[in-house]
């Protein structure tokens, strides 16, 4: 079983930043592609970006390119999303959740292929 905790969310003001930071124990995490989701209120479950397990390949959705990274590091089991140039808009709660590919390069922001999820990480953009 792997389990998933984030943190380093919190209260920023537009065009600022922050990073959220996923960090795993119970299994190693260099089998899994890991995804960012947020869920912002009244709006349904968006994909933001993910990460292979193999050769660091990564995926962002539109709204956020040039703006997110997402990096790993396995010899800590973890996982970040650096955030910048933070908008209103971004205001959610952000999950990390794992999806089983080894050695694969690829990943994919579809939620159903997720199989283990953190409890989520409050970001309020706001001045």
């Known amino acids: 079983q792997l389990q998933l905790v984030e943190s380093g969310g919190g209260l920023v003001q537009p065009g600022g930043s922050l990073r959220l930071s996923c960090a795993a124990s119970?299994?190693?995490?260099?089998?899994?592609?890991i995804g960012w989701f947020r869920q912002a209120p009244g709006k349904e479950h968006e994909g933001v970006a993910c990460?292979?397990?193999?050769?660091?390949?990564?995926y962002y959705v539109d709204s956020v390119k040039g703006r997110f990274t997402i990096s790993r590091d396995n010899a800590q089991n973890t996982v970040y999303l650096q955030m910048s140039s933070l908008e209103p808009e971004d205001t959610a709660v952000y999950y990390c959740?794992?999806?089983?590919?080894?050695?694969?390069?690829?990943?994919?922001?579809?939620?159903?292929?997720?199989?283990?999820w953190g409890q989520g990480a409050q970001v309020t953009v706001s001045s």
């Open positions: 990460i292979a397990s193999t050769d660091d390949v990564t």
């Open positions: 119970g299994l190693p995490l260099d089998h899994y592609a």
């Open positions: 959740a794992a999806d089983y590919l080894p050695i694969q390069a690829a990943c994919f922001v579809r939620r159903d292929r997720y199989i283990y």
